[in-house]
Structure formats: structure tokens, C-alpha cells
């Protein structure tokens, strides 16, 4: 559980709980007191998909802990001046990983030791587009797709089949509002669904289109 950064263990159903981020830098007596931490006011948080007593956090940095929270290490270097607001793990290979801010996409394939960033212009080709979600194939650890906010018709998700670098365009008829979210489907032939305002659409890799 992390709200503005400030994340929670508990092993009993929620009978107690243990604040597990509060040795990261940046919270301060003032914002424990308050729940208030450093990060987004909904700061993502994941499981690694191989190892569940490791969690990364994202911050203004990528934070990684291997033993439940107790202690943590930052594994991006990035230094963001924005909060990360979306992040996801390749579930084939958790070395690789991405993260975002609202208009920076960054990605690493070695567990944190380099990262690559990528400017939302580079993305979108509009630099005022903001980056809302990010999902990861199961199968294909850099083939990702990212799903776009606010009310620009021509930019509602993207997809790059090689980890960001190069991106094609598949908004399709996607109505002119804000998308929110995109999971992918394990076991399909690339299907993704994306969450909007006005409701769930659905796509796959025989679909010309996106459904209702």
C-alpha cells in the first residue's frame, strides 16, 4: 500500500502494519506525521514478478528493496526534479524495467545500472502529451506500450517493440479523452485494454481497431 510515497507491510490482513519506506531520504518527522512522503500523490509501487520480498518505488529515484522494505538502495541515478508517476517490470525478465514521469519515459535492461531516458516529444511527437501508464508484454521484455492523458485526438497509446527507442502510433478511434491505464493480456496475441474516461477498450494484434 504507498500513497505520496509512504508504504506499508503488513503479514496479518492488515491486524498491524509496519511502515516500510520511512529510511528513505526525503521523509522527514514532519511528513510521517502528516502521511505525507516525497513521492507522486499516488507513487507507484511493484512486486518484482520473480522474487516477492523485492518492491520498487518510485520516487524521484527508482528505490529497490530485496527484503520486504526493511532496507533500500536506489538503483536509477535519474535525480528527477518531477515524481515518478507510473513504472512497470517486464515479467519475463525483471531486469528490465520502466518508469515514468509525466513527460519522461526511462528504461533500464540491467537491473538499474544504466538507463536510457525518453523525452515524451520523442514519443508522441508533442512535447505537452503526458505519459499516464506504462505495461509491459509478458513474453517480450521490450515490447511496451504507453498510454497518454489529457485531449491531444491524434496520441492515446503507443507501442515499441524495442524498448522505447522507436514508436508506432495505434490510437486508432480512440475517443478524444483522457486514457488512464493499459494492462496487457498474458497469454494473447498482444492484447492490450486501456482504461478511459468514458470507459474500457480493448485491442489485439488481428483487431484493425480498438472495441468498446
Given at each position: ?5 509512504i508504504?506499508y ?5 492488515w ?5 516500510i ?5 526525503g521523509?522527514s518527522?514532519?511528513m ?17 514478478p ?9 520516487l ?6 530485496t ?75 521490450l ?37 488512464n ?32
Amino acid at each position: 500500500c504507498a500513497l505520496t510515497g509512504i508504504l506499508y507491510r503488513t503479514t496479518d490482513n492488515w491486524a498491524s502494519r509496519t511502515m516500510i519506506a520511512a529510511n528513505i531520504p526525503g521523509f522527514s518527522a514532519f511528513m510521517l506525521q502528516y502521511g505525507l512522503g516525497p513521492g507522486a500523490w499516488v507513487t507507484p509501487v511493484v512486486m518484482d514478478p520473480i522474487d516477492n520480498h523485492t518492491l520498487y518505488l518510485g520516487l524521484n529515484d527508482v528505490w529497490k528493496t530485496t527484503d520486504q522494505g526493511d532496507s533500500w538502495t536506489a538503483i536509477s541515478g535519474i535525480g528527477s526534479s518531477a515524481s515518478l508517476r507510473s513504472m512497470a517490470i517486464a515479467p519475463s525478465n525483471d531486469q528490465v524495467i520502466y518508469t515514468a514521469t509525466y513527460d519522461t519515459l526511462y528504461r533500464t535492461i540491467n537491473g538499474g545500472v544504466t538507463w536510457l531516458a525518453v523525452p515524451i516529444g520523442s514519443i508522441t511527437g508533442n512535447t505537452s502529451n503526458v505519459l499516464s501508464s506504462i505495461t509491459v508484454s509478458a513474453a517480450d521484455p521490450l515490447r511496451l506500450w504507453v498510454t497518454i492523458s489529457g485531449y491531444d485526438a491524434a496520441n492515446k497509446v503507443l507501442r515499441s517493440l524495442d524498448g522505447g527507442l522507436n514508436w508506432t502510433n495505434i490510437s486508432g478511434t480512440l475517443p478524444n479523452v483522457p486514457v488512464n491505464c493499459g494492462v496487457y493480456e498474458n497469454g494473447s496475441d498482444d492484447g492490450l485494454y486501456v482504461g478511459t474516461d468514458v470507459g474500457v477498450f480493448h485491442r489485439d494484434a488481428t483487431m484493425p481497431d480498438w472495441e468498446a
